[in-house]
């Protein structure tokens, strides 16, 4: 048994042997439904096993190990949300890395997209270290919480309609669970762009017609009855944008502050408006 069993004393290990596991669509659907806590929902994401390809490849790279880490234990399970219970900002990424979350049990934890996020994080104040490496680091978010479209690792980073559908109901889940104190979502790319639509207007949030479409800095504020948010789309910090300068750290540093900004003391615009990031360092460093 490669990956880590719940309740064998992995640091932040948020499930033990008790926790009820889903096999199933259906079972993910109930059990996301019936979490009453974060802490409850945390620890049934982490054991969930209803997607047979992801299940496989999860443990599969969990076994195998890549060679610079191949001394290490890999948690080889779901990547649960992380951060502040309270957050105020939910950012929303594609997957957990294979050889990143798989192997940390963490998202955005050991890895160069991780390293890149977790900078611009501790420059705008909303992570309490510049790095993250291990469940055990001392790493925290703070008035932020993070999240991942599709629990396990995929594939060649790509993930199926059909596996993406039925891990939804988790995230939607704890778009409920934060509805009290959330201000405002980051997402992270163009696929949980449009994963995040139906699992926002699972959770209460009104969905406009058409969908905005996905942009660096693209904005569009949503109302519920636990107020308004503000949904911000930032490129994704894989190594491939990152490399070829598509993103840079003052790009990501702009939408976090927009953020935090929003966070702190929100304005009032138009419901549903949309805002595109105009690519000349928006929005001010003193913002």
């Not at 004393?9 to 669509?25: K, L, N, R």
């Not at 979490?35 to 047979?52: F, G, H, I, M, Y």
């Not at 891990?167 to 405002?184: D, G, I, K, N, S």
Request: proline letters at 9%; hydrophobic letters at 45%; a positive charge.
């Amino acid at each position: 048994m490669e990956y880590v069993l719940p309740g064998t004393g992995w640091p932040g290990d948020p499930a033990t042997a008790a926790t009820p596991v889903a096999d199933s669509a259906a079972e993910v659907r109930a059990l996301a439904a019936r979490s009453a806590d974060l802490a409850e929902l945390s620890a049934r994401q982490s054991v969930c096993c209803a997607c047979p390809r992801l299940v496989g490849w999860r443990e599969e790279v969990a076994a195998t190990r890549r060679k610079s880490f191949r001394d290490e234990r890999y948690w080889g399970r779901p990547i649960p949300g992380w951060g502040d219970p309270a957050a105020s900002i939910l950012i929303v990424g594609l997957a957990p890395a294979a050889h990143g979350g798989n192997r940390t049990g963490r998202i955005f934890t050991g890895d160069r997209s991780g390293d890149f996020l977790f900078a611009a994080l501790y420059r705008c104040g909303l992570a309490a270290q510049p790095t993250s490496i291990s469940a055990d680091d001392g790493q925290r978010l703070i008035g932020a919480r993070m999240a991942a479209a599709v629990r396990c690792a995929p594939p060649e980073n790509k993930p199926t309609p059909q596996e993406r559908d039925t891990c939804a109901p988790w995230l939607a889940a704890e778009l409920r669970l934060v509805a009290p104190t959330l201000r405002v979502v980051v997402v992270l790319g163009g696929f949980a762009w449009q994963a995040c639509w139906p699992v926002l207007a699972q959770a209460g949030y009104p969905v406009p017609r058409p969908r905005p479409a996905f942009g660096h800095g693209a904005e569009v504020v949503l109302a519920s009855d636990a107020g308004k948010v503000l949904m911000l789309g930032c490129f994704h910090p894989s190594q491939q944008n990152t490399f070829t300068g598509r993103v840079t750290g003052d790009m990501v540093d702009a939408v976090l502050i927009r953020a935090r900004t929003w966070a702190a003391a929100g304005p009032e615009p138009v419901l549903g408006a949309v805002k595109p990031c105009r690519k000349s360092g928006w929005p001010p460093r003193s913002a």
